[in-house]
């Protein structure tokens, strides 16, 4: 399945080559910043991209303040991989003169512990009762915590239902954005989220059982117990530039071209960050110079994100950034077919 995702990630590459539009090169030379500038995106358009990287790097020592000329280096890096690690310095940076802030920040190995009554990691399962874990937890409060994981275990198990838990939380830095991994513990579990939403992480929790004194106890994220994660916060400030916006779509592009040496949590941040943001988002719109270079759209970044997180299997996690986008509304994750179903989605969405 790796290599589907890494013909999926060269087609997305082969999509922006595609999309340049060729000019003359009989244009008179321009000079100063901007001409440098207009230099590296005609050599971008006519598919020269180590010249594109010089004009543009040229263009940044003119001036190294602003910001297209690290927009137009992040770009060319994208087509040659020996410069995969300069393209993400250079992306940062085009964010940080556009903006004066580092709009994506990544926070690691939070950790939360779980509260007498199951209110900061909330538990949110559509199988049990409404308001049941209401009654439960104010019957034991905080010495309870065997007693109520025994009467979830009961109530799902007559009631053939799943055991798995869903919980959903905020962490503990504002404007979350994406989170993927997250370690139990109490059990030694590694889980994967579902779903990162409106400032929540969702993730479905399995029954970890345990014995002691006689009892067995059943418990998900229970009391005194936690979770551990990573997660990145996605902040624009009032208003976010055309440029920190092809920064942020060229970014997650990136990422996925890299495949197991990208960073999956700064793809699916870049990506969500851009939706949320610029749901009408297209590459270099209102720039003359820039907007027919790709033709890249929200759908495309969106992809970008979602295969990178495919590609670390993290699948359901993929299908809930297509769905925010609007796509793959009708697909069953419980389908045997659901990851070839899911895979042809991502490269329908790609064009």
């Avoid at 049941?132 to 109520?148: E, N």
């Avoid at 990208?262 to 699916?268: C, N, P, V």
Wanted: with cysteine.
């Amino acid at each position: 399945m790796k290599n589907a995702i890494f013909f999926s990630s060269l087609f997305f590459l082969a999509l922006f080559g595609a999309a340049c539009m060729h000019n003359p090169s009989d244009l008179p030379e321009p000079e100063g910043y901007d001409g440098f500038l207009e230099l590296g995106w005609q050599a971008i358009q006519q598919d020269q991209y180590l010249e594109a990287f010089e004009y543009f790097q040229q263009a940044i020592d003119v001036d190294v303040m602003r910001a297209e000329g690290f927009l137009g280096a992040g770009v060319a890096s994208l087509f040659l991989e020996d410069y995969w690690d300069q393209g993400n310095d250079f992306l940062q940076i085009a964010i940080q003169r556009d903006l004066g802030i580092s709009i994506v920040v990544q926070h690691l190995e939070e950790v939360q512990t779980q509260d007498t009554l199951w209110t900061l990691f909330e538990c949110v399962d559509p199988d049990l009762p409404e308001d049941s874990l209401d009654l439960w937890l104010s019957l034991t409060a905080d010495s309870g915590a065997v007693w109520v994981g025994l009467q979830i275990y009961n109530y799902l198990t007559v009631n053939e239902l799943n055991t798995n838990l869903l919980f959903r939380f905020r962490p503990v830095h504002e404007n979350a954005v994406s989170c993927l991994d997250l370690y139990h513990p109490g059990s030694g579990w590694f889980l994967y989220s579902d779903s990162m939403s409106d400032g929540y992480v969702y993730v479905t929790v399995p029954v970890h059982t345990l014995y002691g004194s006689g009892e067995y106890y059943y418990t998900w994220v229970m009391v005194n117990q936690g979770l551990s994660y990573d997660y990145a916060t996605f902040d624009a400030g009032t208003s976010a530039g055309q440029i920190t916006l092809d920064a942020l779509a060229i970014w997650s592009a990136l990422q996925e071209l890299r495949g197991e040496d990208g960073d999956i949590l700064q793809a699916a941040a870049c990506a969500q960050g851009l939706l949320q943001i610029a749901p009408d988002y297209s590459f270099g719109y209102g720039i003359p110079m820039r907007e027919s270079v790709f033709d890249i759209d929200i759908v495309d970044v969106t992809a970008s994100g979602a295969s990178s997180a495919f590609f670390y299997t993290r699948y359901i996690y993929a299908w809930s950034m297509c769905k925010h986008a609007g796509y793959g509304l009708d697909l069953d994750p419980l389908a045997d077919d659901f990851l070839f179903d899911l895979l042809e989605l991502l490269m329908q969405m790609k064009g």
